[in-house]
């Protein structure tokens, strides 16, 4: 990999490591649902503004997977910050400065934010993908994965990906 590479990455997570299980739905007690920390490095020039959109592209079963479950969307995070912190979906109005214009997105449980589940088998890849663009997006208040990608075709700087297993 290039030391010039647009990457993203977890403290927390190796590349096609395990996701710990405090950011699922299996973890114990106020230990579960918590959105894992993550850091990018060498956004690309003329970045705008980052998007995140991580899924589980092995739903429903690692071994036919149909079609992508989306776990966490998120928008209009400023490309002058360097990641985002363990626990921070749910948590925006907490954040303030450069934290301050950042809008979560609904998954698949037709929630916003980040939620983490519980499968019926394990082994899933769960692909975290930040996308570096060329002007803000702007999608309402319902903010989707579909629109999200609908929006920013032709608008893709780069991409970085990071793979965790569960």
Same mark, same amino acid.
Not at 10 to 30: F, I
Not at 60 to 87: A, S
């Given at each position: ?17 395990? =996701? &710990? ?17 993550? !850091?990018? #490095? %060498? ?40 990641? =985002? &912190? ?17 809008? !979560?997105? #609904? %998954? ?40 999200? =990608? ?17």
């Amino acid at each position: 990999m290039a030391s010039d590479e647009f990457r993203l990455v977890s403290p927390q997570v190796a590349n096609e490591g395990r =996701l &710990p299980r405090k950011y699922t739905a299996e973890g114990q007690g106020a230990q579960k649902h918590i959105s894992p920390p993550l !850091e990018w #490095y %060498n956004v690309p020039d003329g970045t705008k503004t980052l998007a995140l959109v991580v899924q589980d592209i092995d739903a429903p079963d690692p071994k036919d997977p149909i079609v992508p479950w989306v776990h966490w969307v998120v928008v209009n995070i400023p490309p002058t910050l360097k990641g =985002l &912190p363990e626990g921070f979906s749910g948590k925006e109005e907490v954040y303030s400065g450069d934290y301050a214009g950042i809008k !979560e997105g #609904y %998954n698949d449980f037709k929630l916003p934010g980040w939620r983490g589940t519980k499968l019926s088998s394990h082994g899933h890849r769960f692909e975290f993908k930040l996308y570096a663009l060329d002007e803000e997006v702007k999608l309402g208040n319902k903010v989707t994965k579909d629109k999200l =990608l609908d929006a920013i075709q032709g608008h893709v700087l780069g991409e970085a990906v990071l793979i965790a297993i569960f």
